[in-house]
Structure formats: C-alpha cells, structure tokens
C-alpha cells in the first residue's frame, strides 16, 4: 500500500543548481499535482497533470517544469534554483474533484 | 484573493474541549475536503463531503452548500489531534483545488 511515494525527503541547493523531485502513485489516478507550501500561505499549486499526457500551469509555475512520464509517475524539475524556493514541495493524486486527494510526504527544500 | 477562509488560525484547548474550525468558500464546489497534517508531517484527507455531515470517530465534519460554509469538529479533544488542519475545495470546474490556510491547534494534557 505505498499510495503516492515522493523523494527526495531533504534537499539542500546553492543557487543556481537544478534538480528534479520525483513522484509516483499506484492508485491508478487520473490527477496529479505539485504544491508548495511556505508559512502563512497555504498549499500553492504549482503544476497539474490531469491525465497522462497533459500538464497545465498553476498558480505559482516560475522556475519550475513538469513532466507526466507516465501515468503513476509526475516529476517536478527545479532548473536554476533560488532561494526564494526554499520551501516543502508536496506531491498529490486523486481521481477527480470528487475523491479524496492523496499526498505524498514531502520534500523539505532549502537553496542557499 | 482567497477563495476558501478558515478560523480561527490558532487554537489552543484543554484536553477533553469540544473543538470546532471554520471554513467559508466563495465558489461553486463539487466536494469539500478537510485533511490534517501533524508537524513536520505529511498530509491526510480526513473527510470529503459535498452535502450533510460526517462521522469518523471523534470527529464530525459538516457543510452547508447553501452558506458556502463547512465545520470541523473534535469531541473530546486529545493531546494526539493536535496538529494543522487544512479545508480545501474542488470547484465545480476545472481540475484544481483551493486551500485555506489552515487552523494549527493545539490540545494541552
């Protein structure tokens, strides 16, 4: 039962490294998301899979990229980071709107 | 422009209060989640409901789609619920969710 398995756990950056986060879900749900989540904010949506083959930007998607390999697996990529994206990074799956949302346990990111 | 508002933000009880969180929403929803996330913890979906009221042991969710209002609520509160509980919702629209800000709370033995 591993549900949404995200990795790394921990990642610390200088600026100007890139990586990538990786995510994966055996659910076989259609939706996957990347969200960040900063102190006093809340969950900010940062890209969108709704089905295999289709990303969409959301509300906060400078400096980041995603691709949907396949459908269980949905990564994030950080190409030069900044501290400005010290953040925690969840990944997330659901069916639809109407099912529960499934997260992953997070990545604590610091870029210094 | 924040499409879902939760209250309080803090909460501190005594253990054994009876507990309750707000959240009010300003779009049409297809389904309000409540999930809880203990610190440094990941996130769980407690509850989603589009109509009426739940129950999960001690804690109660319910929705009023008329109000665009939803309440959490813990009976008997313990130590172990404290933590940070988040009210999201799925518009009728579109694939995303809007979150609040969560109400971090915590339970004294």
């Known amino acids: 039962n591993a549900g949404v398995t995200q990795t790394p756990k921990f990642q610390v950056l200088k600026t100007g490294q890139s990586m990538t986060l990786q995510c994966a879900q055996d659910m076989n749900h259609n939706s996957m998301y990347w969200y960040r989540q900063d102190p006093g904010m809340g969950l900010r949506l940062i890209y969108y899979s709704a089905s295999e083959g289709t990303t969409d930007k959301g509300e906060v998607p400078n400096g980041y990229n995603v691709s949907r390999l396949n459908k269980r697996e949905f990564s994030l990529r950080l190409e030069s980071a900044a501290p400005s994206q010290t953040s925690v990074y969840f990944c997330?799956?659901?069916?639809?709107?109407?099912?529960?949302?499934?997260f992953g346990n997070g990545t604590r990111l610091t870029v210094t | 422009k924040n499409e879902v508002e939760q209250s309080p933000q803090n909460l501190t009880a005594q253990e054994g209060e009876f507990i309750t969180i707000n959240c009010s929403y300003s779009?049409?929803?297809?389904?309000l989640h409540w999930l809880q996330q203990h610190p440094g913890g990941g996130i769980v979906s407690l509850f989603m409901l589009s109509s009426g009221k739940k129950k999960h042991g001690r804690l109660i969710a319910t929705i009023n789609i008329q109000e665009k209002h939803s309440s959490l609520h813990i009976t008997a509160s313990h130590p172990r619920d404290s933590a940070v509980y988040i009210c999201a919702v799925a518009p009728n629209t579109g694939n995303q969710f809007y979150f609040g800000t969560g109400t971090s709370l915590t339970v004294i033995p």
């Open positions: 997330a799956s659901s069916w639809t709107g109407r099912s529960p949302l499934h």
């Open positions: 779009v049409g929803i297809s389904a």
